[in-house]
């Protein structure tokens, strides 16, 4: 009898911290700006892009169809995490534009024009890598940024927990101050001037939030996040 009284409270134990840990584990799900199903799919786009398509092994570009289609398929019916919905549009819109390049590869894989084939695959990789491009972060002191900032906005503003928007607003205006500090990549150089603009602003929007979240007078916190979250969204319109 005793023990089955100590297993039954192990047990109790052992799913009371289950129970606890699955809200922080969802709450790290929803601000993780990835979408599984996409870099699984790398795991064929490497082999076609970086072995076959530059040696020609045309056998080897048929013989990987089957993974395109398969892979591909988990894609369509992939969900993008909560912290990316506002990008839901573009994603539909690559989204497309990939199913197109994959079923014009697994058509010409079933053909026997050699040259349509590579073709092909070099859509496929350019698709591949244009719906990449509309999830992923520019920077990861903005992702970083991202994160705290949709916590805060979708989940505490709601809730008018101002508390834990105080608490918050520090950890993001560290973030924002990271922001101004980092380098674009070469290929964004050009926006280098109003990224900067825009990430001073964002600073500056959340600085104030920082100070104004001190008096936790509700509405005035409430506006104050509404303003960083304007600023946020111009950050990210100069990518566009």
Known sequence: MKKITFWGFLVGLLIAAAVSASPRESQAQETESTVPELSAFHE??????????PDKDYAALRS?????????????????PAILHEKQDKWDQALAELRKSVDSYLAAAAGTDDAALLDAAEVLHARYEMIVRTIR??????????????????KYLPDKDYAKIAEASGDMLSKAEAITKATLPKRLESKAGAFSTAAQEL?????????TAKSGQGEAIAAAVEVVHTKYQGLEKTFD
Do not use: M, Q
């Not at 395109?68 to 019916?77: D, G, H, M, N």
């Not at 972060?137 to 979708?154: A, M, N, S, W």
């Open 203 to 211: 600073h500056e929007a959340t600085k104030a939030l920082a100070e």
């Open 44 to 53: 064929i786009i490497y082999p076609i892009w970086h072995t076959a398509y």
């Open 64 to 80: 990987h169809a089957p993974e395109v289609k398969r892979l591909a398929e988990s894609i369509y019916s992939a969900r993008l």
């Open 137 to 154: 972060p520019i920077l990861r002191e903005i992702d970083d940024f991202h994160k705290t900032l949709y916590l805060v906005y979708h």
